[in-house]
């Protein structure tokens, strides 16, 4: 590894020679300098990835480097040094983003593990920031998926997409409605038009109208303006209705009208407006049984039917928990710079068993609960609520779970899912790769064989 260059600031020289000195040793190279002025014209010509500073410096105080470090977005960690006096001052440093502060006399080997530590957070940080610039993914975006029937779902999701035809999503809470309806909007040809959220759920009918259609200045109490509508703001783009199920029977009627004629009227307005907006509708109640209850309209249901996605729950995919798992650790991991390199199998078989009432939105919370809770880059199963663990399979369960993942199977496919990143971070290196995932090159190698990772030619080695 390259040797990494650390800054260090202090006036007092007999600390900046003995840690030139002590650091040397360790393996970096080290500038020094006794200015805070000094030091800024330093940072602002040398990319240091850590500086270890005194906070109370002639020039320029420790405080204000760490401060004019941050708004410049300098990528770099620090490290401040303090006397007894104004170890407030240094919390206050941790508050604004330095890594780590030691009151002084400093014990040498202790700043020595802040520094690996510190320098380990930061190639995370750039690990992350390469990592996505590389595989120019966006975790707000992607639909994460490993099942075959993810796979035909989106598959006719793409061909659906690019006809802009009205489109019903059915599912339950949390299965990821929503996220379809981007990922939609975003595979149609109005992905540079808006997309417009409105749920239908949480106004009452007069505002939802409102809402959706706007309104003119005085058609009810309260309507001090004109207020332009959703179906306005949505222009060409995207308007995405979610839980239909809660528009009233009233309401439906003008929905209808404006899918199938694309007109419609502000509250109180004589004007009729027309709007060129895509309609996909969300609910997570049958429809069709609301609409022989009466209380969804019978011909709104079949024109939004038309075409229709159902996404299965999460326990009726479960070959989708490995992946999901892996994706919401990296993006929790990115949020919080916390690197988790591991997870524990039994963490694993806890979390393909459970049976997610709250579908993906709920391992989406649990995963960033472990992240935060992680220590030692590690997941445990402390880190993971106690009614996960102890979660009792109702009958139903029993069924679906039937023949679904084995313990080997899920933590099978969790690492080559791992491996596959590692892999790709480190640009298909496998010496790197092997380093990066603290195995033996050997040790890859068989595993890559037995997830069928290795070219057709290196099979029979
Ligand atoms: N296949 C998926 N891949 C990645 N994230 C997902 C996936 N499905 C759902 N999510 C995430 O889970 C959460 C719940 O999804 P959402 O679309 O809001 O569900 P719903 O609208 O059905 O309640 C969101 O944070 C969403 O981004
Ligand atoms: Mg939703």
Not at 108 to 113: H, I, P, R
Not at 174 to 202: M, W
Not at 403 to 422: C, D, N, Q, T, Y
Request: hydrophobic share 35%; charged share 30%; glycine share 6%.
């Amino acid at each position: 590894m390259d040797k990494q260059q650390i800054l260090v600031v202090d006036d007092d020289e007999s600390i900046t020679f003995s840690l030139k000195i002590f650091l040397g040793k360790a393996g970096y190279r080290v500038d020094t300098t006794a200015s805070g002025l000094e030091a800024w014209n330093l940072i602002e010509t040398k990319q240091y990835p850590l500086i270890l500073s005194d906070i109370s410096l002639p020039g320029m105080t420790g405080k204000e480097i760490l401060k004019k470090v941050k708004t410049r977005g300098i990528d770099c960690e620090l490290i401040l040094f303090t006397g007894y006096g104004s170890v407030r001052d240094a919390v206050d440093c941790i508050k604004n983003g330095a890594y780590d502060y030691f009151i002084k006399p400093v014990d040498n080997d202790k700043l020595l593990m802040a520094i690996e530590r510190a320098l380990e957070h930061k190639a995370l940080r750039d690990e992350n920031r390469g990592l996505r610039k590389k595989l120019g993914k966006n975790y707000d975006k992607q639909i994460v998926f490993c099942s075959k029937t993810m796979e035909d779902l989106l598959n006719k999701a793409k061909i659906a997409a690019e006809t802009g035809a009205t489109i019903l999503i059915t599912g339950t809470s949390g299965t990821g409605k929503t996220r379809l309806a981007k990922y939609i909007h975003n595979h149609s040809k109005k992905r540079d038009q808006p997309f417009v959220e409105v749920s239908c759920g949480v106004l009452s009918e007069n505002l939802l109208e409102s809402e959706l259609f706007g309104h003119k200045k005085g058609a009810f109490t309260g309507a001090v303006s004109d207020k332009k509508g959703k179906f306005e703001a949505a222009k060409d783009g995207t308007i995405f209705l979610d839980d239909i199920n809660s528009a009233s029977m009233g309401l439906q009627t003008k929905l209808l009208r404006v899918i199938e004629q694309k007109i419609f009227e502000p509250v109180g307005d004589t004007r009729t407006l027309e709007t060129n907006a895509r309609v996909i509708a969300a609910t997570n109640h049958d429809l069709l049984e609301l609409s022989e209850k009466k209380v969804f309209r019978e011909d709104l249901f079949h024109r939004l039917n038309v075409i229709s996605f159902g996404i299965p729950s999460l326990r009726e995919r479960k070959e989708d928990i490995p992946v999901l798992i892996h994706h919401f650790m990296a993006n929790s991991s990115d949020k919080y710079l916390k690197p988790i390199k591991m997870i524990d199998e039994n963490v694993l078989v806890s979390l393909s068993e459970y049976s997610w009432p709250g579908n993906v939105r709920e391992l989406e919370n649990i995963i960033e609960r472990a992240v935060i809770f992680s220590q030692n880059n590690e997941i445990k199963m402390s880190d993971i609520p106690e009614y996960i663990v102890s979660n009792k399979k109702t009958k139903e369960d029993e069924v679906l779970t039937k023949g679904s993942l084995k313990l080997s199977r899920v933590s099978a496919m969790f690492e080559k899912v791992h491996i596959l990143r590692v892999l790709k971070m480190n640009h298909s290196n496998r010496n790197k790769t092997a380093e990066s995932l603290g195995i033996s090159r050997a040790t890859l190698f068989n595993k890559m064989k037995k997830y069928d990772m290795l070219g057709n030619n290196e099979q029979k080695m």
